[in-house]
C-alpha cells in the first residue's frame, strides 16, 4: 500500500477558529486531492494539486486554502471553522499518468462546535 | 452536472443474491478512466478495479464483474452469490485524459450502500 498518512485523525474546534488539515505521503506522486464525505454527498473534491506550488479549486473550495510546499505534503486550511464543515477529510494521491489509481489516507474526522 | 451518477443510494440484499452497482458518466474526452472503490463500515477506502476508455472487454475477478459500456457510458459492477463481507459503500470514479482544464482531476460519484444480511 501506499504510504500516505493524515493528521490528526479527530479533531474538535470552536466555530471561528482557524484549522489545519496536514497529508503527508511517501510515493512521490505528483497528483494529491483534499475531500469531504458528507452523508448523502459522496465524496467531494476540495481542492487539488498538481505539482509543487501548483493548485486548483474543486467543487466546494469556498472558505478553505491548501498549499504545497513540498511533493510530499498537502496542507488543508479553514480558515475560519463553520459548523458545516464538519465533515470526514479525506487526502488521496496518485502518479502521474491519469490511468493510476489514488491512494487514500485515513481519514479525518472534524467537529465544529 | 454530476459528471458521475450513481443512482443507487443503498442496496439491500440477502446473501448469495447477485447484486449490480450502476455507474453513468459523463465526459467529452476520448480518453479516460474509470475506477471502483469500496468504503467498508471501517471507512478506509480501497481501489477494486481500473478501465481505460479503449478497453471495453468486461472484466471478471473471483465474484466481482465488470461491464463496461461506452454506448451508454456505463460502468456497472456486478457482485455474484454476495456475502455480508460485501456489506461496504461503493464508488465509482472517472479521470479524465484530454489535456484539458480537468486533467489531474479525479471525480467521484455519490457511492452505493450495500447491505448484505445473512
Known amino acids: 500500500d501506499a504510504g500516505i498518512t493524515q493528521s490528526p485523525r479527530h479533531k474538535v474546534t470552536e466555530t471561528g477558529t482557524p484549522v489545519t488539515l496536514r497529508c503527508h505521503q511517501t510515493?512521490?506522486?505528483?497528483?494529491m486531492y483534499w475531500y469531504r464525505q458528507d452523508p448523502g454527498h459522496g465524496l467531494r473534491l476540495i481542492h487539488y494539486s498538481y505539482g509543487v506550488k501548483d493548485t486548483d479549486k474543486g467543487e466546494v473550495s469556498d472558505g478553505y486554502s491548501v498549499s504545497r510546499s513540498k511533493t510530499e505534503d498537502f496542507l488543508l486550511t479553514l480558515e475560519s471553522a463553520t459548523s458545516s464543515q464538519t465533515s470526514v477529510y479525506f487526502c488521496?494521491?496518485?502518479?502521474?499518468?491519469?490511468?493510476?489509481?489514488?491512494?487514500f489516507g485515513q481519514g479525518t474526522r472534524l467537529t465544529v462546535v | 452536472a454530476q459528471k458521475v451518477t450513481q443512482a443507487q443510494t443503498e442496496i439491500s440484499v440477502v446473501e448469495k443474491e447477485d447484486v449490480t452497482l450502476d455507474c453513468v458518466y459523463e465526459t467529452r474526452d476520448t480518453t479516460y478512466y474509470l475506477f471502483w472503490y469500496k468504503q467498508p463500515p471501517s471507512g478506509e477506502l480501497v481501489f477494486l478495479i481500473r478501465r481505460n476508455s479503449f478497453d471495453e472487454q468486461n472484466e471478471i475477478s473471483g465474484r466481482y464483474s465488470w461491464n463496461f459500456q461506452k454506448s451508454t457510458s456505463s460502468f456497472n459492477f456486478t457482485i455474484t452469490a454476495s456475502q455480508v463481507v460485501d456489506s461496504a459503500v461503493y464508488f465509482c470514479?472517472?479521470?479524465?485524459?484530454?489535456?484539458?482544464?480537468?486533467?489531474?482531476?479525479?471525480?467521484f460519484g455519490r457511492g452505493t450502500q450495500l447491505t448484505v444480511w445473512p
Open positions: 510515493e512521490n506522486h505528483r497528483y
Open positions: 488521496a494521491s496518485r502518479g502521474a499518468y491519469m490511468n493510476t489509481e489514488a491512494f
Open positions: 470514479a472517472l479521470s479524465e485524459a484530454g489535456g484539458g482544464s480537468t486533467l489531474g482531476r479525479l471525480y
